[in-house]
């Protein structure tokens, strides 16, 4: 199946600094990429939608100063959590759908553990 | 989001044994559904999908049922296997994925 990455896969950062994690789809073209957090033993939250050359589309209660993401390429997208405080720390996992590709799934990646302190 | 849950309940069942796995889904306009297993520190994995003009479907060792009256998805694994222990959760949304959401997610321990 395709594969999507994500970078960093974890990260330790202060309080009020800004932390980018990257989503790449690595064998197929991104039309669209979702970003979802989630705490520990909850479930998936979706955050934002983010169609390739245009503004993400953000969840009731997301906020988008707060949570930057940028859908660039075909192949990457990224989420910016700037001045991260520690009710942030959570686990931010992205997926990837190529529209006009046949087929009718989303491949995720394998998450990024943020933790702030 | 839509779907957030205080705490994941646990399903516990013998190796070899079937297991069931239930999500209530409350998007009425949900015509796609989907099934994934998440290892811990993991991303989830698609396991089978199923779409709202059916009721039933089967993979390997997997079935999907939909009950669209009640809202009601099942997953059930044939001769679960230790390696099925995980956290398993529904999603849904419309078929052309402009939302896309997940259930609170049931955590199944396999007992060897």
């Known amino acids: 199946g395709a594969v999507v990455s994500q970078h960093p896969s974890w990260v330790i950062c202060k309080s009020g600094t800004s932390v980018k994690i990257e989503c790449r789809s690595l064998?197929?073209?991104?039309?669209?990429m979702f970003w979802y957090r989630q705490f520990p033993k909850q479930s998936l939250m979706l955050m934002a939608t983010s169609n390739e050359g245009s503004k993400a589309t953000y969840e009731q209660g997301v906020e988008k100063d707060k949570f930057l993401i940028n859908h660039a390429s075909l192949t990457l997208s990224t989420l910016t959590v700037t001045s991260a405080h520690p009710e942030d720390s959570s686990f931010y996992i992205c997926?990837?759908?190529?529209?006009?590709?046949?087929?009718?799934?989303?491949?995720f990646g394998p998450g990024t553990r943020l933790t702030v302190l | 989001g839509e779907s957030v849950g205080l705490h994941l309940p646990t399903l516990s069942v013998q190796e070899g044994d079937n297991s069931i796995i239930n999500c209530a889904y409350s998007n009425s306009a949900s015509d796609y559904f989907i099934w994934y297993k998440q290892e811990s520190g993991k991303g989830p994995q698609f396991i089978i999908d199923i779409r709202s003009n059916m009721d039933k479907r089967q993979g390997q060792r997997v079935t999907v049922l939909l009950n669209k009256t009640v809202k009601h998805l099942s997953l059930q694994i044939a001769a679960t296997q230790p390696g099925d222990s995980a956290v398993y959760f529904c999603?849904?949304?419309?078929?052309?994925?402009?939302?896309?959401?997940f259930g609170s997610g049931t955590k199944l321990n396999v007992k060897p």
């Open positions: 064998d197929f073209q991104a039309t669209t």
């Open positions: 997926s990837a759908r190529d529209f006009r590709a046949p087929g009718d799934t989303q491949y």
């Open positions: 999603a849904y949304g419309p078929y052309n994925f402009n939302k896309f959401y």
